[in-house]
């Protein structure tokens, strides 16, 4: 089991940028993929960057691409999403979550942390 919490959000202005971490229990983490979502007010939850176990591969919603880079350092066990060229419509909850390996979905969680840009 992983449990995982955010930080790192906070009120920016447009243009500016912001590193959020997700931090992570346990001794599996290495083995999980990890993704970033957000949720805007009023909207469903979105995808918005993931990463596989080793690093590998990372893969990004086209509306965030190029201004969003995922990372993460299996040693702290964390993620982390850096995020740039902050625009109003990136306002959200941002939220960590991890999939296990045999698993077809997001079986953990964190409680997300807000994001404001303000324009």
């Known amino acids: 089991q992983v449990q995982l919490v955010e930080s790192g959000g906070g009120l920016v202005q447009a243009g500016g940028s912001l590193r959020l971490s997700c931090a992570a229990s346990?001794?599996?983490?290495?083995?999980?993929?990890m993704a970033w979502f957000r949720r805007a007010p009023g909207k469903a939850r979105e995808f918005v960057a993931a990463?596989?176990?080793?690093?590998?591969?990372?893969d990004y919603a086209a509306s965030v691409k190029g201004r969003f880079t995922i990372s993460r350092d299996n040693a702290k066990n964390a993620v982390y999403l850096q995020i740039n060229s902050l625009k109003p419509e990136d306002t959200a909850v941002y939220y960590c979550?991890?999939?296990?390996?045999?698993?077809?979905?997001?079986?953990?969680w964190g409680p997300g942390t807000q994001v404001t840009v303000s324009s």
């Open positions: 979550a991890a999939q296990a390996v045999a698993s077809a979905y997001y079986d953990y």
């Open positions: 346990g001794r599996t983490f290495g083995t999980y993929r």
């Open positions: 990463i596989t176990a080793n690093s590998g591969n990372t």
